[in-house]
Nanobody, 116 residues
């Protein structure tokens, strides 16, 4: 059974930091590129970070460059999103996605709220 389970979200003050986690199971993790997306009501889902199966290549949305860092541990089947200098506009549900071998899997997401 394929599962992607996100965690690590919460309420954070502007300027703070968070680390989001995505635990994968049920598929050949290292064969899949992983991405983090975020969704807010009334807006299109935004891809914020991408990492290849080996972790050798990473791409970020312009809106998060320099503040977000994606990484993965293939031995633990985990992908991470480190977020620094959080802004109110980072408030969203953050979801991880696995894409590869003709398949596409999504987690349920974790809520990040940035507010004082």
């Amino acid at each position: 059974q394929v599962q992607l389970v996100e965690s690590g979200g919460g309420l954070v003050q502007p300027g703070g930091s968070l680390r989001l986690y995505c635990a994968a199971s049920g598929f050949t993790f290292s064969s899949y590129a992983m991405t983090w997306h975020r969704q807010t009501p009334g807006k299109e889902r935004e891809l914020v970070a991408f990492i290849t199966g080996t972790g050798g290549n990473k791409i970020y949305a312009d809106s998060v460059k320099g503040r977000f860092t994606i990484s993965r541990d293939n031995t633990k089947k985990m992908v991470y999103l480190e977020i620094k200098r959080l802004k109110p506009e980072d408030t969203a549900v953050y979801c991880c996605n696995a894409r590869g071998l003709g398949r596409d899997y999504w987690g349920q997401g974790t809520q990040v709220t940035v507010s004082s």
